[in-house]
């Protein structure tokens, strides 16, 4: 396995995958800057120690080019950190405005809650509507056999006014004179 030169955790895990697709998604971008940082530190301390060497003399030129070379680089790592810093705070602020605007939102308990007493109030209402309609059946199925009743007794009437011999009209007839 291939270790980074200050770090303990692998490159690589034994199956041969990058040691990045095991981790959560919020790590994945975040977690290049340091390997970076890292690769920078390691060219640095290796152009550093090679200057260094007694056995291998450097020159003049030779070392102030690897030094602006070395302060090149880490001029860059560090305006790259300086921007995911920046990138990170905006995330950070924006996840913030999403948590509380989500706080704000009814729970799923309270959405329920509230369809159920909606539920139980539409029900109630229609159980009134439906019982006072079976009411009013109810009142027109007595009104009507009261008025049958009424119109039976009537025409009983008319015919013992009336022999059925001295009729030369029929009973609708005399109704509608009735009624005239």
């Not at 034994?14 to 890292?38: E, H, L, Q, V, Y």
């Not at 690897?66 to 560090?78: F, I, K, M, Q, S």
Request: proline share 5%; with cysteine.
């Amino acid at each position: 396995m291939a270790y980074c030169s200050t770090e303990v955790r692998p490159l690589f895990s034994c199956g041969g995958t990058p040691f990045m697709k095991n981790r959560p998604p919020a790590r994945k971008g975040a977690s290049w800057t340091p390997g970076i940082t890292a690769f920078a530190a390691g060219v640095a301390a290796g152009a550093w120690c090679l200057a260094r060497k007694k056995d291998v003399p450097a020159g003049n030129g030779e070392l102030q080019a690897l030094r602006h070379a070395a302060t090149t680089l880490e001029a860059r790592v560090a305006a790259h950190e300086a921007a995911s810093a920046g990138q990170f705070s905006r995330l950070e602020s924006r996840i913030e405005e999403h948590a509380v605007k989500l706080a704000e939102l009814p729970s799923t308990t309270q959405i329920v809650a509230a369809m159920e007493q909606l539920l139980v109030r539409t029900m109630s209402q229609l159980e009134h509507r439906l019982t006072s309609q079976g009411r009013s059946i109810d009142i027109l199925k007595t009104t009507v056999a009261q008025t049958d009743r009424v119109l039976e007794r009537i025409l009983e009437s008319v015919d013992s006014m009336h022999p059925v011999s001295d009729l030369p009209v029929s009973i609708e007839d005399e109704l509608l004179q009735l009624t005239r």
